[in-house]
Nanobody, 110 residues
Framework: QVQLVESGGGLVPPGGTLRLSCKAS????????MGWYRQAPGKERELVAT?????RSNYGNAVNDRFPNSRDKNTVILQMNNLTVEDTAAYYC??????WGQGTQVTVSS
């Protein structure tokens, strides 16, 4: 079973930036696809961005490529740029589609 460790959430003003990371900490993990989803209270969980082991990215319509994602071995990085209040949500790391992190809160507010 893969353990996903997320970090980087916090409180930022509109227009600010955050950098989220998610590490699959289990030795021997085989990277196929990893990325991020988000969920705000009362809303459905939605795709933010994913990255395959072949380097292919898929971005959700809500953010497009405003949040570029990258990979460093078993860690994925989400660079969140030009944040708006609509980006406020709990962000969940996903690995190989079926494994989830515990979530990290991003709050955009003045």
């Amino acid at each position: 079973q893969v353990q996903l460790v997320e970090s980087g959430g916090g409180l930022v003003p509109p227009g600010g930036t955050l950098r989220l990371s998610c590490k699959a900490s289990l030795v021997g993990f085989r990277f196929h696809i990893m990325g991020w989803y988000r969920q705000a209270p009362g809303k459905e969980r939605e795709l933010v961005a994913t990255l395959t082991n072949g380097g292919r990215s898929n971005y959700g319509n809500a953010v497009n490529d405003r949040f570029p994602n990258s990979r460093d071995k078993n860690t994925v990085i989400l660079q969140m740029n030009n944040l708006t209040v609509e980006d406020t949500a709990a962000y969940y790391c996903n690995a190989n589609k079926t494994k989830w992190g515990q979530g990290t809160q991003v709050t955009v507010s003045s």
